[in-house]
């Protein structure tokens, strides 16, 4: 983990930053208001100065992950086109989020449903699961893409492979670049009607 203790003045991004790697190192539950001010070298009514509480600092982190793969919906690209196109945009899109966002997209991945805000992040991501499943089935409809391969288990079949990058992808690989590019070609070369 980094070495925050050096920075005098924190706002709620920064503070945010260290609670992510703190959260994603020891696990929402098993991190402490201590943990997070020991980590940010500032005391706990600094932290509280910020925000009520490590809950609030959870809502933020995972709505950040939220917010920027709900918006891949809201991209002209997602919303013009053939629904193969749209799909193959959403799937690159969602590879690059998560890249971009990794901290933050890990600790959405590790949610467990355990209080209100893990609810809440469960239930966004089943949303964008479902929009992301009906584009899919919008494509095999058009028979753009495989009608052998149910929509909902291909859904799961491509957040799997796209959201196991947690695992191994680490900032400055040489392989970035071409990461989202093998997804959907990978995931599309498969699915593809021939």
Do not use: C
Request: charged share 25%; net charge negative.
């Amino acid at each position: 983990m980094a070495d925050h203790t050096t920075r005098t003045a924190y706002t709620v991004e920064s503070l945010l930053a260290v609670t992510v790697d703190v959260f994603n190192e020891r696990g929402y539950d098993g991190t402490s208001m201590e943990d997070l001010s020991r980590a940010a070298g500032i005391s706990k009514s600094s932290i509280y100065h910020h925000v009520r509480g490590k809950e609030e600092l959870l809502r933020l982190a995972v709505g950040r992950a939220l917010d920027g793969l709900f918006a891949i919906l809201a991209e002209p690209d997602a919303l013009d086109g053939s629904a193969v196109e749209r799909l193959e945009h959403v799937v690159r899109r969602t590879a690059e989020v998560l890249l971009a966002e990794l901290p933050y997209v890990t600790l959405l991945l590790r949610v467990r449903g355990n209080t209100a805000t893990e609810q809440w992040a469960l239930e966004r991501r089943r949303e964008f699961d479902h929009q992301v499943a009906e584009l899919l089935r919008a494509a095999v409809a058009d028979g753009a893409l495989r009608a052998d391969v149910e929509p909902r288990l291909a859904t799961r079949l491509l957040f799997g492979m796209i959201n196991s990058i947690v695992e191994w992808y680490r900032p400055g690989l040489k392989a970035a670049d071409g990461v989202a590019d093998a997804v959907v070609h990978l995931a599309f070369d498969g699915l593809r009607a021939r």
